[in-house]
């Protein structure tokens, strides 16, 4: 195989490298970069969603006395008024957040899926009120899932807390937690699918991009390796094949200060004196 043919062999298979690490490179970057803004998204979304539930329950006071002065229970503590934002907040988002617990009272919003057991059992056993992220798949789509989980404080047992079973003033049966239990868990779910995909896209144009660039890189090479190299090889081994038929009268042109031309300035002196040795030969 002549060096011109090698060439592009060579190149393709270094371009194959250095593209293959870059769209690597940048794919790690770039789901990197996804990972920390679906946290951020999803984090921020469930920082309102408690901030708001916050609210309401310092209000509570308020929310449940009449103009009179007296106490009427209205229904609209932290948790009843977080389901109604989630589930109006749920109809306009292609995000969902939920409040959730291993001892579910509205068990058509809040019952926990596979994932949200799991964590909610880890938060348990860990004691951990650490919040906690993770890409996975719901329903056979990618996701990005956060939940921040919920203790028990003093305020919450007069509906949670002891003795379980007891009707509280909502209506519902305490569950029997006691202070600093988990009581559940605020769960955000992001779907990934359109993120995912415009990031196989990006990845697809660096490719293509990639090799574009070694084909560019393989014609220049081909081009300029054939003008400097091949062509003027192949000129000198014609020259050469003359001398070695006695045409030595020709002389071979040095037209350049590169490795080639110093090959033709040899072939030059060994025709010279080739030259000059015929000459003699033909006096004696
Ligand atoms: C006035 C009674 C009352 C108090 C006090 C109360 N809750 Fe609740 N909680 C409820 C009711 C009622 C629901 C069910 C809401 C619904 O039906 O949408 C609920 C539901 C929840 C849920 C959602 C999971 C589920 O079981 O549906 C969480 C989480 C929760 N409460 C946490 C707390 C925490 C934490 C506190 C204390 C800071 C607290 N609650 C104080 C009445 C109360």
Request: charged content about 25%; hydrophobic content about 45%; aromatic content about 6%.
């Amino acid at each position: 195989m002549t060096i011109a043919k090698k060439l592009p062999f060579v190149i393709i298979i270094a371009s194959l490298l250095v593209t293959g690490i870059t769209v690597f490179a940048v794919y790690m970057m770039q789901s990197a970069t996804l990972h920390d803004s679906l946290l951020e998204k999803t984090k921020s979304t469930a920082d309102q969603y408690i901030s708001v539930r916050h609210i309401i329950a310092m209000n509570q006071d308020a929310i449940n006395t009449d103009s009179m002065g007296n106490f009427e229970f209205k229904a609209l503590n932290p948790a009843r008024v977080g389901n109604m934002v989630a589930q109006n907040f749920n109809l306009k988002s292609h995000m969902v957040i939920k409040q959730t617990s291993l001892k579910v009272r509205n068990k058509e919003m809040g019952q926990p899926d596979e994932f949200e057991k799991e964590w909610l059992k880890k938060f348990e056993d860990e004691k951990s009120m650490e919040p906690i992220s993770e890409e996975t798949i719901l329903n056979g789509e990618p996701v990005f899932r956060y939940m921040v989980p919920i203790e028990i404080k003093k305020p919450c047992l007069s509906c949670h807390g002891e003795p379980a079973g007891e009707i509280d003033i909502s209506g519902y049966p305490k569950e029997g937690y006691k202070e600093g239990e988990i009581r559940g868990a605020i769960s955000v779910i992001a779907p990934m699918k359109a993120d995912l995909s415009n990031l196989n896209r990006h990845m697809l144009i660096v490719g293509a991009a990639g090799l574009f660039l070694a084909l560019i890189l393989i014609v220049i090479l081909h081009v300029f390796f054939r003008s400097m190299v091949t062509s003027p090889i192949a000129a000198l081994m014609d020259k050469a094949d003359k001398i070695s038929m006695g045409e030595v009268s020709e002389p071979i042109e040095v037209m350049r200060e590169d490795e080639i031309g110093a090959l033709a300035q040899s072939f030059e002196r060994m025709r010279i004196s080739l030259k000059k040795s015929l000459e003699l030969i033909e006096k004696d």
